[in-house]
């Protein structure tokens, strides 16, 4: 089982709007030891986003959604949900106490819609104004807003998956060597990639430009135990050739 994420809206998508999304996920499963399996960027499209969830419910993987669950025309997430797992729509009753409870006399159908959910799905709570997101088929379905996403995305990882926090043996070192070229550390990659093929090793290369430095970003991913011996031995290759490095944070 993995963890994946959609991420929906035509404005991202457009340019309009830069998500925000996709880096706050890997933060909050990062902290847990948890990490991103894969992610799509979907359009403000029933037909489309019900092709994507018919894919994404056939993984088995845990997936949040962000966006396209109010009730105006241009939210479409509800609709598609219920379309891909073949089920009604009904208003969900835990939300509906809610959302009544939160605007009392002035309760319409239209508020009410926002608890609309495909049937048998249950409620994820929001802190920040109270109306809730929604779970069905280990699918996490939260509004676009961050403020409102983060922390319900932080509940259902404290909630439903604490078993699974730090249970893999798994770590992610690296360091910043400064005036590197990614071509004179080829050889070095390649005994380190023979030496340990249980790890995986990253190059990520940082140009000159104005007053930036020029850097190989440089690290191994892997069990801690491995990781630490494969960065110790290029540590010392490093030192040996001459350059200078920091840790990478």
Do not use: C
């Amino acid at each position: 089982m993995g963890f994946g994420a959609i991420i929906i809206g035509d404005e991202i998508l457009s340019g309009r709007r830069q998500d925000k999304h996709l880096a706050k996920l890997i933060e909050l499963l990062g902290e847990r030891g948890l990490k991103l399996s894969w992610v799509r960027y979907v359009t403000d499209s029933r037909p489309f986003l019900v092709k994507t969830l018919n894919e994404t419910l056939t993984t088995g993987d845990v997936v949040f959604s962000f966006g396209g669950i109010g009730a105006t025309p241009d939210d479409h997430t509800r609709q598609a949900a219920a379309e891909a797992l073949g089920l009604p729509l009904e208003l969900q009753p835990e939300a509906e106490a809610i959302i009544r409870g939160k605007f009392g006399d002035e309760i319409t159908g239209h508020r009410l819609q926002m608890g609309v959910y495909p049937a048998g799905a249950a409620i994820i709570p929001n802190p920040y104004n109270q109306i809730p997101g929604f779970s069905i088929a280990k699918h996490y379905f939260v509004p676009g807003f961050p403020v409102m996403a983060w922390p319900m995305v932080a509940s259902v990882l404290d909630t439903h998956y604490a078993e699974l926090f730090h249970a893999e043996d798994y770590v992610e070192q690296a360091v910043t060597v400064w005036e590197a070229y990614e071509g004179h550390l080829i050889d070095l990659m390649e005994r380190i990639t023979a030496d340990y093929p249980d790890l995986s090793l990253f190059s990520l290369p940082t140009f000159a430009e104005a007053d930036r430095r020029r850097s190989v970003e440089l690290g191994v991913k892997g069990t801690a135990a491995r990781v630490a011996a494969a960065m110790a031995e290029i540590t010392a290759e490093l030192g040996r050739r001459g350059y200078t490095w920091d840790d990478k944070a």
